[in-house]
């Protein structure tokens, strides 16, 4: 049964970090690409981070680049999402997601993930 279950949100002060784990099943997602999206108190979701299966690649919105990183770990069946310098706009809903889709022009869109996680909430007070 494919399966993501996100955990390590919270809340945090402004300035501050956390670490975001996604633990997926390894006979569904260990040649899939895995991303981190968020959904903000009234927006829709969006893109936040993605690696591919190789783990080589990464993308990342512009809103958090220099300031988050995703990476994985396919002994551990793990995809992480390091959160450093959080301000109180990255507060939202994270959510894992999972694609077969390999082609970096899709991996930014929503539509493209087959699989999703329940969401961590993550709160940063100013």
């Known amino acids: 049964q494919a399966q993501l279950v996100e955990s390590g949100g919270g809340l945090v002060q402004a300035g501050g970090s956390l670490r975001l784990s996604c633990v997926y099943s390894r006979r569904t997602f260990s040649r899939y690409a895995m991303g981190w999206f968020r959904q903000r108190p009234g927006k829709e979701r969006e893109f936040v981070a993605v690696?591919?299966?190789?783990?080589?690649?990464?993308y990342y919105a512009d809103s958090v680049k220099g300031r988050f990183t995703i990476s994985r770990d396919n002994a551990k069946n793990t995809v992480y999402l390091q959160m450093n310098s959080l301000q109180p706009e990255d507060t939202a809903v994270y959510y894992c997601?999972?694609?077969?889709?390999?082609?970096?022009?899709?991996?930014?869109?929503?539509?493209?993930?087959?699989?999703w996680g329940q969401g961590t909430q993550v709160t940063v007070s100013s």
């Open positions: 690696v591919r299966w190789t783990g080589g690649t990464t």
């Open positions: 997601a999972g694609t077969a889709i390999d082609d970096g022009y899709y991996l930014k869109e929503k539509g493209s993930y087959d699989y």
